[in-house]
């Protein structure tokens, strides 16, 4: 079936307008760079700000993986906008590689000697340099081919319509989660859990991969809203599927506090002293608010938003709740990176600003670059009719 507004969306985008983002963020992230001299701080802000960004992204590849794998039909008319945030990855593998020279200043354990630290040197094996940048590399490639092989393989199918190209994502993607999730969980442990490297968590891919999936997810609402307020998804998402949307955020929601909770109660009631540093910096001095703060904002509000049924079918309320969890989820990842950087009480931080503007401005560029080569939904898929007559 094909429908008159998902033909093309480079009619209803200013041909200049990528070109201008682009710009405005390398020029950003250009005076940010220049006008700060702490170099310590603008490295962590750095990293704190493209950890936001990817992990939201490789959550908008673990739904594309999950509705090929399930072979879900709801999800065919949003399909296409997660693809294209997902091919973002491509450019975050760019933008990775400023952090080649601001690791030395953010993993210590590369600046530490041999034989300096007993627990260091018990993790020897696994934290080298070049191990750690070889996994690095297999992260990063393999989140964009996979990105970029499942939206080639749903664009293909917009000029001729044939369930070969279904059943070859299918294959992609069985293959493609486990490789997900072996890399979202390492990722998560090196980028992350490696700001110290004297902690341990046996279940930090799971908090982290909660995290990136609910996040993607706010995402997709976020997008799906504003296409279909310029008309471009009005014939094709429905309340229904505003509905379904709203329903794994709760879902999602509940995880990630599941997930949360789990980690800090078998910290807690092991009682280990290289386990308890964790929470113990983070619950001292300016810390504790932010905290308490993350525990409202980022569970209790959400979650009770998010209960009423006929609420989650208004797009505008959805998506204040989607703006609202992608605010906490920069929140926990602050939480996370930034005491490394400042133990005693949260920085002043103007890099993450400055860093912030210049990522939301690039990668912004290049999903409208996205948008317009391609129709706004999979056109051709044989199971449109069905994502667009769902009924809840």
Not at 303 to 323: E, H, N
Not at 342 to 368: D, K, V
């Amino acid at each position: 079936m094909s429908h008159p507004d998902g033909i093309s969306t480079a009619t209803h985008l200013n041909s200049r307008s990528h070109l201008l983002a682009v710009a405005a963020g390398i020029f950003t992230l250009a005076a940010g760079v220049a006008g700060w001299s702490d170099f310590r701080q603008l490295a962590f802000s750095y990293l704190l700000v493209f950890l936001f960004f990817f992990t939201i992204c490789a959550g908008c590849l673990f739904w594309i993986l999950v509705h090929h794998t399930t072979g879900a039909r709801w999800s065919i008319v949003v399909r296409r906008q997660l693809e294209n945030a997902a091919a973002l990855l491509v450019v975050l593998a760019v933008l990775f590689l400023p952090l080649v020279v601001f690791a030395p200043s953010i993993w210590s354990w590369m600046t530490v000697p041999a034989g300096t630290d007993p627990v260091l040197d018990a993790k020897r094996a696994y934290l080298v340099p070049w191990f750690f940048w070889g996994r690095s590399a297999f992260y990063l490639l393999f989140f964009a081919v996979a990105a970029l092989l499942l939206r080639s393989a749903s664009v293909h199918q917009d000029s001729d319509g044939s369930p070969r190209w279904n059943a070859r994502c299918r294959k992609l993607s069985l293959a493609g989660l486990p490789l997900f999730a072996l890399a979202i969980t390492f990722a998560s442990i090196d980028w992350l859990m490696g700001l110290d490297y004297r902690w341990s968590s046996t279940i930090w891919g799971v908090y982290c991969f909660a995290g990136s999936a609910l996040s993607g997810l706010c995402l997709l609402v976020l997008i799906v809203s504003a296409l279909r307020a310029k008309g471009m998804l009005a014939t094709v998402v429905s309340r229904d599927h505003y509905q379904l949307m709203g329903r794994l955020l709760l879902a999602f929601t509940m995880f990630w506090a599941y997930i949360a909770y789990s980690q800090y109660m078998l910290i807690w009631y092991a009682n280990i002293p290289e386990e308890t540093a964790y929470f113990a910096l983070r619950s001292s001095g300016g810390w504790r608010f932010f905290g308490l703060a993350l525990l409202a904002g980022h569970f209790l509000i959400p979650f009770l938003l998010l209960l009423p049924a006929d609420w989650k079918r208004r797009p505008a309320f959805l998506c204040l709740v989607a703006a609202w969890l992608l605010a906490m989820h920069f929140l926990d990842l602050y939480l996370v990176v930034m005491p490394i950087l400042s133990p005693a009480s949260p920085p002043i931080s103007w890099p993450c600003i400055f860093c912030l503007l210049a990522f939301a401005c690039i990668l912004s560029a290049a999903f409208i670059r996205l948008l317009a080569s391609s129709v706004a939904w999979p056109a051709r898929d044989p199971h449109l009719d069905e994502s667009i007559n769902t009924k809840i």
